[in-house]
């Protein structure tokens, strides 16, 4: 039983390490430019293609929070049902929309890449 414990408090101690001690994803090299992750913080709407969402000043407050990447429409297991052929009869043909504000700085002395 005490091994067991012992066991169970180094794992954690690992997991707690690589979790808190690395804020970017491991092949980062630490510099003194910084950087973001983009996955996170996105807004999502499913359908009106003909709608002007693109417009700077629209309100998005109401769309589902996502991270990228991302899919219109979750699946079950058994992919609902269908069975495509070839041609994909049935294929996913709805239109979703994707939000982020990204935040650049106004010094031109600087590249954002």
Request: glycine letters at 6%; hydrophobic letters at 40%.
């Given at each position: 039983?005490?091994?067991?414990?012992?066991?169970?408090?180094?794992?954690f101690?690992?997991f707690?390490?690589?979790?808190?001690?690395?804020?970017?994803?491991?092949?980062?090299?630490?510099t003194?430019?910084?950087?973001?992750?983009?996955?996170?913080?996105?807004?999502?709407?499913?359908?009106?293609?003909?709608?002007?969402?693109?417009?700077?000043d629209?309100?998005?407050a109401?769309?589902?929070?996502?991270?990228?990447?991302?899919?219109?429409?979750?699946?079950?297991?058994?992919?609902?049902?269908v069975?495509?052929?070839?041609?994909?009869?049935?294929?996913?043909?709805?239109?979703?929309?994707?939000?982020?504000?990204?935040?650049v700085?106004?010094?031109?002395?600087?590249?954002?890449?």
């Open positions: 039983m005490r091994l067991k414990i012992s066991h169970l408090i180094v794992v101690s690992l707690s390490v690589g979790v808190f001690s690395q804020a970017l994803p491991e092949g980062y090299p630490h003194e430019r910084s950087k973001v992750m983009l996955t996170a913080g996105w807004k999502f709407h499913l359908g009106d293609p003909e709608a002007a969402y693109y417009a700077t629209f309100d998005d109401s769309w589902q929070s996502v991270s990228v990447p991302h899919t219109l429409a979750l699946t079950s297991l058994a992919l609902n049902g069975r495509d052929s070839k041609v994909q009869e049935t294929f996913q043909r709805e239109v979703g929309w994707y939000k982020r504000t990204i935040k700085t106004a010094d031109s002395s600087k590249s954002v890449f």
